[in-house]
């Protein structure tokens, strides 16, 4: 069987990356932007950071704001609605997660209407046409939806998350400018970090993972590993390197999938509306601890990337714990909580399990696993 590698037409990363989207969209001769960005990131100045360039420029556009964190069918179908009237001919999308998930699903919709009731979209949708372009401008170093052939709608109607998986829907330019994170408050900046390291270790495990893919996350890894802590306290350093290691992470999962760490996180955004780093973070070592037999000596190499001194000379019992600790001081390091007990009601397990077990994540844990396994890993955590 042939491995697919999908990834975008072009990207640019540094310092100032964002201002090569005028020259891209005049190169591309688009003359509208219809802009996706949530209602935070415009009230504090950070969408205008793009605005004030394309108004430099002459270049048109509308803004759509009407985005929650963990964005809802709703929300994509009042995007449709407003899209269509703004005369737009390419969207892009300013934002973590939530605005260019929001603008996957509409820039899909618009050119494949026979979608426009959302939920249909869910898991791997039989479109026939290619996004609306799709420019991304990430704001946090965690999601690499500017890189990810996936988005994660909220159906509020049945408080579950529904993830879309379609290569149609990748940007075809995305600009990871670090100039672009440097406004993340501390607690945004270790929670999308970890959902990174998270994207990077489960999809280095995933059942699909092979040697292409390994190179991404391995490196992911590393960088990730040694930048989230400056990261955190805001260097210019951190920030730069954590914007190219979670683009490389999201390079390799986006192509193979990942496991049962995001889908029992899944759930809990649905929920809880709990921030999806967040909930990765405090899952990760657990869920590593669970799937440890399927990986092989993976996570030999896991911990190696992590700094882990003295590697070859451990046992496989040793390195596999010694890259679980990695994970776990890491995650504390950075202020992440070590349990689920402030979040999740013992009663809605139950739900929490069936919906991780039904989520499209769940088929490539490496490990084979059962509604009642998750449920006992999410009995573990509170």
């Known amino acids: ?181 440097a406004t993340m408050p501390k607690g945004l900046t270790a929670a999308t970090g970890m959902d990174a390291l998270t994207h990077a270790i489960e999809g280095y495990i995933t059942a699909g993972a092979w040697e292409l893919s390994d190179m991404f996350h391995l490196k992911a890894i590393e960088i990730i590993s040694r930048s989230l802590r400056g990261a955190v306290d805001n260097t210019p350093e951190g920030r730069t390197d954590m914007a190219l290691g979670q683009y490389v992470a999201g390079m390799g999962f986006s192509n193979v999938g990942l496991g049962i760490v995001h889908s029992m996180a899944h759930p809990l955004g649905a929920l809880y509306d709990t921030p999806h780093g967040v909930a990765n973070a405090i899952i990760l070592p657990t869920v590593m601890e669970y799937n440890a037999e399927a990986t092989g000596e993976k996570y030999r190499e896991i911990a190696r990337a992590m700094g882990v001194q003295g590697v070859d000379s451990m046992s496989q019992e040793d390195y596999r714990k010694a890259a679980i600790d990695a994970v776990k001081k890491l995650s504390q390091d950075v202020g992440i909580p070590t349990d689920l007990k402030e979040i999740v009601k013992r009663e809605d397990i139950p739900f929490l399990a069936q919906s991780a077990y039904d989520d499209a994540c769940r088929p490539g844990n490496p490990k084979e696993t059962s509604v009642e396994d998750i449920t006992k890993l999410y009995e573990s955590l509170i």
Not at 62 to 74: A, D, G, H, R
């Open 1 to 181: 069987m042939a491995n697919r590698f999908v990834l975008n037409e072009t990207s640019y990363h540094g310092a100032g990356a964002v201002k090569e989207i005028v020259p891209e969209a005049k190169a591309r001769g688009f003359q509208k932007a219809f802009v996706c960005s949530d209602p935070d990131l415009v009230k504090f100045g950070v969408t205008k950071k793009v605005l004030d360039i394309l108004e430099g420029e002459g270049m048109a556009y509308e803004l759509y704001s009407e985005i929650k964190p963990n964005p809802t069918v709703e929300n994509v179908q009042t995007g449709v609605a407003a899209y269509k009237k703004s005369g737009a001919d390419y969207l892009i999308a300013i934002g973590g997660g939530s605005s260019m998930d929001t603008a996957k699903a509409i820039g899909i919709i618009i050119n494949n209407p026979e979608f426009e009731d959302v939920v249909s979209l869910e898991g791997v949708a039989p479109t026939k046409n290619k996004s609306v372009p799709i420019f991304a401008v990430p704001t946090t170093a965690g999601t690499a939806a500017e890189v990810t052939i996936n988005y994660v709608i909220t159906d509020a109607s049945k408080n579950r998350k529904m993830v879309c998986v379609d290569p149609k829907d990748i940007p075809v330019v995305a600009f990871v400018d670090p100039e672009m994170m």
